[in-house]
């Protein structure tokens, strides 16, 4: 029996709105539609999800969903699916788009705010997380402007004594400042903390000494400490969070009262804390003293001299707790993060007194860095059983805190200070850990494991990501120790022996790729080869890690590794390359595919005989990962791979292209038919890449996908808008006037730009797409289209004038005078307004310096040439204007560009603060855009305006000269440049 919602229309301000009531049919409705997002049967469980989906826009819909969350007669799982149905709403629709457009109707808005916190406190455990977790979503658009009365509400919580409310407070609190931790200072972003710290400092601290002192009250209830320890973890984030930005005043006021008490908890015994519900988990108390860890380390870094008077005393606390705390698993977090508050404090000049005493130095390194740079069991087991997350925490710097990690910057922090000490204590140990291994290599090595762990940490003094190692401590010689100590493990035979000691070789060589000569470069490139072809996920990974790396170095701007060198081993390293990726463990290994991207841009054209073979393989296991799209980084290796493959072949052979074609057109057509969104970027970048390499007319499949390109539902994306306008622009440039059979077609592409352009953050895509029409339509298409084009452009200006906006503007304007005349740029303008032309030019030429590009610039010269030398009304109505453009053109020529021109585009197009993979647009590097020139016949602008200023006087002789004359002397001089170059003479007739 088909099950559907009841829906009213509902008159609102001349529109209409579809309502859904609070009716017992809809929430019979809504919940069979929940029941079936909890199905095992993909296919209904997205149907279901897409239904719900398309009615969100029904006035009424999350009031529902609140509803059907609060009822407790109703499943638990379907409450919770309510819930998590309500958060994801409003995550999709809360935001207000540039443009003012609303996905939560403003009757629905005023409800949920109205309710749902009240909501939330009312929920049991998992559902009030997702609801809260609904208000934090709120609070990022609307607290504390459109939210004023959220944390005065909260706050009254404070003394419910009910800790399940207050604790859903505290955890909707949490994510609403948390971004304090991490936005840029601003005024705005200040003047925000203050509001929150004169609401809710003084409460939380109040709320803190009383959840403290209720610790020792319910001492014997483990029920009631769980709840009570959950409170204090939140309190300590959130007074993390609070304290980021500044030391606010009423903290500092109170620094001894929150001190008195994080180190009353860092004395708290485990043994009198509820334990984790996992053994190998840490416990709420392990923690939260952990989350102190991280605010005392705060206050050492930022606030050092008001935290003087506390820092030796949690100095000595924490230095017994890294010398008592065991080696599992669950006490890691708590470890590294202590560490990493002795790294803050010893690298500050006020606290070296603390840890310069010869016998601190060795007891730190003794006792508290050396037992936690040794491989444990725990660690040997992620090792084999779960490789991708030992390569998260081992090479790819994860926000999770391992104890090598904090053992690593305790190590660096020391240097700062004490570099000759703390080197000469650890060669002693690393000195011993090298013999023990060298005496039983089968037995002890775990030592030599330690020992080039050590030598890692105590000789790099700066790296970044992407460079390795930029700096080394120069009392350890780093490639002698490679020599003699880590190139024999990778020499070794048998790549699935000692796989632990050949990833440690293999990540070394990767550190110090900088600091190794060429010839250990070369050296390494065949036995990374054979690595490839290791059983074990993390020494293959490394492996192609290392290839990837070393074809990465430079030197005096050169590569280190050249195509000639790879040349010889090119067939092996293919074969493995895509062999290990067929290995277990190894299917979307992205170090693998970014290895093979590597290999392609670097090889170029020697890879000739074994493109194809390439790109096959590559489609291959494009129709596989297309199945479900789990590895981002993965996926866009795979496409540059793809694109490099094309730009470097079509390159030396252009008729190539065809084959690239036959190979990925009905791979591509198969992605966007099941509609896999994830990779409608991607396959939009490489059709205009590949419609770019081609010559003559459009063939037949891009014609036949043309149509589609328009649909609305592609647009809906943001990260597609700038592949398709890519995409279109190749089209048209190709095409021409044969894309267009009918007038339909083209307002379809009009309405495309119409959206764009009345968008801050692709209203450059916008100019992008007229310009390429402009360019390459005939005028008597285009003319009809015009007057509505240039008022779309008035009317954007006159809401949001941005230099981005200016720049694309004048470039727009300059391109139609070149393109289809002054003449007819002046009609146009003119007819929508007596004398608008005027007020356009007036307005616009004091921003022509801001335009930045020398295609820019030659458009613009062009345009202005032809408006001042073929456009008689500049001669006669406008002929005040004449000097004055004539001015701007000579300016934008030779004075330098107007920084603001410059645009911080990531600050000026619309900020993408969601990191989620669908959202945000990934160009790739090796797809993009080619330079196009409007104007390739004229190679030099300067000259070619001084010729048409040449030509334009001797139609009118003495006219010109008089106009000239009103220049600046600087501005003469350079005009006569001009015409010197292009006429060989610098006097106008």
């Not at 990778?490 to 699935?496: G, T």
Request: charged fraction near 20%.
């Amino acid at each position: 029996r088909a099950v559907s919602f009841v829906c009213v229309q509902r008159p609102h301000r001349q529109t209409h709105h579809t309502q859904m009531e609070l009716t017992e049919q809809n929430m019979q409705a809504l919940q069979h539609y929940l029941r079936q997002t909890l199905s095992p049967d993909p296919a209904v469980r997205k149907e279901a999800e897409a239904f719900l989906q398309s009615v969100e826009s029904n006035q009424g819909y999350p009031l529902l969903l609140m509803h059907a969350a609060d009822q407790a007669t109703i499943e638990p799982d379907i409450r919770l699916s309510a819930s998590i149905t309500l958060k994801n709403f409003i995550k999709r629709n809360w935001a207000v788009t540039e443009e003012g457009q609303v996905g939560v109707q403003p009757a629905d808005r005023a409800a949920i705010k109205a309710q749902i916190v009240d909501l939330m406190l009312r929920l049991p455990g998992a559902m009030q997380r997702q609801v809260s977790d609904a208000i934090a979503i709120i609070g990022k658009h609307d607290f504390p402007a459109q939210w004023e009365e959220l944390l005065p509400y909260m706050v009254t919580k404070f003394a419910s004594g009910d800790f399940n409310m207050i604790n859903g407070v505290l955890h909707t609190a949490h994510p609403l400042f948390k971004r304090y931790r991490f936005e840029e200072r601003s005024d705005k972003l200040w003047s925000e903390i203050i509001l929150v710290l004169n609401q809710f400092a003084e409460p939380l601290t109040r709320l803190f000494v009383h959840t403290v002192d209720l610790l020792t009250v319910h001492a014997k209830n483990q029920a009631a400490l769980k709840t009570l320890f959950s409170s204090l973890l939140l309190i300590a984030k959130i007074f993390y969070s609070l304290n980021a930005q500044d030391l606010p005043a009423y903290f500092e006021e109170n620094m001894a009262l929150w001190m008195d008490k994080f180190m009353l908890l860092f004395n708290w015994p485990h043994d009198a804390a509820p334990e984790s519900d996992e053994p190998d988990k840490p416990s709420l108390l392990e923690m939260l003293k952990a989350q102190i860890c991280e605010n005392i380390a705060l206050y050492a870094q930022k606030y050092d001299e008001e935290f003087a008077p506390y820092m030796e005393r949690f100095v000595s606390v924490i230095w017994h707790l890294l010398t008592a705390t065991g080696i599992d698993a669950k006490y890691d977090q708590l470890v590294s993060t202590a560490m990493g508050f002795l790294s803050s404090a010893c690298q500050r000049e006020s606290y070296k007194a603390l840890f310069e005493a010869p016998a601190t130095l060795q007891s730190i390194c003794e006792k508290v860095v050396v037992p936690n740079v040794i491989f444990r069991e725990s660690d040997e087991e992620m090792f084999e059983g779960d490789p991708e997350e030992y390569i998260r925490r081992d090479i790819e710097g994860s926000d999770i805190d391992t104890r090598r990690r904090g053992a690593c910057d305790l190590v660096r922090a020391l240097c700062e200070f004490f570099e000759q000490p703390v080197t000469q204590i650890f060669a002693h140990y690393i000195g011993i850990m090298l013999q023990e291994y060298a005496a039983n290599p089968k037995g002890k090595w775990k030592s030599k494991d330690a020992a080039i762990f050590l030598v890692t940490s105590v000789a790099v003094r700066g790296q970044t990501k992407e460079q390795g190692t930029t700096k080394t401590n120069q009392l350890i010689n780093v490639v002698d120790f490679f020599v003699t100590n880590v190139l024999p493990e990778l020499q070794a035979p048998n790549v699935n022996e000692n796989s632990l000691l050949r990833a440690d070789a293999l990540k070394y060589a990767m550190t110090f790729r900088n600091q190794l000569p060429r010839d250990i470069h070369l050296a390494l490139l065949p036995l990374l080869v054979a690595h490839l072809t290791s059983t074990n996920t993390v020494v293959t990974t490394y492996a192609a890690g290392a290839l990837e790396k070393i074809m990465t170095i430079r030197a005096g701007g050169q590569h280190v590794v050249t195509a000639a060198d790879l040349a010889p081993l090119l067939q092996g390293l293919l074969t493995n390359l895509f062999t290990a990726l067929e290995q277990p463990g190894n299917h979307e290994n992205e170090y693998v595919m970014k290895a093979i991207m590597r290999l392609v841009s670097t090889s170029k054209t020697d890879l000739g005989p074994y493109v194809m073979i390439i790109v096959n393989k590559l489609s291959h296991v494009l129709v596989e990962v297309a199945k479900n799209p789990s590895k981002p980084r993965f996926n866009h290796y795979l496409f540059e791979s793809l694109g490099c493959s094309i730009r470097y072949t079509c390159a030396s052979n252009p008729v190539a292209i065809a084959s690239f074609e036959e190979n990925l057109f009905p791979v591509f057509e198969g992605l966007l038919a099941n509609d896999v969104v994830e990779f409608q970027p991607y396959v939009f970048q490489l059709l205009a890449q590949m419609l770019e390499a081609r010559t003559g007319p459009v063939p037949a499949p891009y014609q036949a996908l043309f149509p589609h390109l328009t649909f609305p539902a592609l647009w809906q994306s943001n990260a597609n808008t700038s592949p398709l306008v890519r995409l279109l622009q190749a089209y048209i440039r190709l095409g021409g006037e044969t894309l267009f059979p009918n007038e339909q077609s083209l307002t379809g592409l009009l309405s495309v730009f119409q959206k764009l352009i009345l968008s801050k953050a692709n209203d450059h895509e916008g100019f992008n797409l007229i310009n390429a029409l402009v360019e390459s339509l005939p005028v008597a298409r285009m003319q009809q289209y015009l007057t509505t084009v240039f008022s779309l452009l008035f009317q954007r200006m006159q809401a949001s004038k941005t230099v981005k906006f200016v720049k694309g503007l004048l470039v727009f304007i300059c391109l139609v005078a070149a393109k289809y005349g002054g003449p007819l740029l002046v009609q146009t303008v003119d007819a929508m307004q007596a004398s608008l032309f005027a007020m356009l030019l007036n307005r616009l030429l004091e921003d022509t310096q801001k335009v930045t590009g020398d295609v820019e610039k030659k458009i613009c010269a062009v345009g202005v040439a032809n408006l001042l030398c073929e456009t008689p009304v500049m001669l006669t109505t406008y002929v005040a204007l004449w000097p004055k453009l004539l001015t701007c053109i000579i300016s934008l020529f030779e004075l330098p560009e107007d920084e603001q021109g410059h645009v911080d585009e990531e600050a000026e197009f619309a900020s993408m603060e969601d990191q989620e993979y669908k959202a945000s647009f990934a160009k790739l590097a090796f797809s993009g855009r080619p330079d196009h020139d409007p104007f390739p016949q004229i190679p030099d602008a300067k000259t070619y305006f001084g010729k048409m200023l040449h030509t334009a006087a001797a139609r009118q002789p003495g006219q010109l000269a008089p106009l000239v004359a009103q220049l600046p002397q600087e501005a003469q001089a350079h005009l006569q440049r001009y015409l010197q170059a292009g006429t060989g003479s610098t006097i106008l007739p």
